[in-house]
């Protein structure tokens, strides 16, 4: 694939997350002070909306059971059970758009 734009850097305040739609998946991108990094939207344990959820720092936390992944890996940080780190995606920003490598 390559780099597809994802949203302008303006669409997203620091400390905020959004979802958009990349070829048919769901992607969450996210401002983590100036730095953005994305991740798919969908959690591993059941599928909600990662970004409903909360961002903390560069830690998104799931609404629905709380199961926590680091933004910039997508790594599993907190959850009872083993489950699936989110797939993860570079990011390069452009003048004020955000690119996701995918
Ligand atoms: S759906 Fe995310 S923790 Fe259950």
């Not at 997203?12 to 991740?39: E, F, Q, R």
């Not at 907190?78 to 955000?98: H, Q």
């Amino acid at each position: 694939m390559g780099k597809i734009i994802a949203c302008k850097t303006s669409d997203i305040s620091p400390g905020k997350m959004i979802k958009v739609s990349i070829d048919g998946k769901d992607i969450l991108v996210a401002n983590i002070d100036g730095k953005y990094c994305a991740t798919d939207d969908s959690c591993t344990h059941s599928g909600s909306s990662l970004s409903e959820g909360k961002l903390d720092g560069c830690v998104i936390t799931c609404g629905w059971h709380a199961a926590q992944f680091d933004c910039g890996t997508g790594k599993l940080v907190k959850f009872p059970v083993k489950i699936r780190d989110l797939a993860s995606y570079n990011v390069i920003v452009e003048s004020d758009n955000v690119f996701v490598e995918m």
